[in-house]
């Protein structure tokens, strides 16, 4: 079973032992503010999983870990990509 984990709750004392359970692995990141994956390289939103991107952990949490709770932030743990782009 695929591993799916809120910011929020990451963010709280003991998210630590969270990430390191993302460490290594891809994900796709869900906004439910939007309803929608974020696309490749973070530029913009689509609500089709097929055009969402893959990211390494690290870079998703780079580019996410700053957002507030409105956002509503999700990891879903991903397949990793045939490519190592990031974001691919």
């Not at 630590?16 to 939007?34: D, L, N, P, Q």
């Not at 991107?53 to 870079?59: A, E, L, N, S, W």
């Not at 507030?68 to 932030?73: M, N, T, V």
Request: with cysteine; net charge positive.
């Amino acid at each position: 079973m695929a591993l799916v984990r809120n910011l929020t709750s990451m963010q709280r004392k003991g998210g630590e032992r969270t990430k390191a359970k993302f460490s290594g692995k891809h994900v796709r990141i869900w906004s439910a503010e939007w309803r929608a994956w974020w696309r490749p390289k973070a530029q913009g939103y689509t609500g089709n999983i097929e055009e969402a991107g893959v990211f390494p952990f690290d870079d998703a949490w780079a580019r996410s870990h700053h957002c507030g709770p409105e956002k509503r932030i999700s990891y879903h743990e991903a397949p990793t990509p045939p490519s190592r782009g990031e974001g691919v």
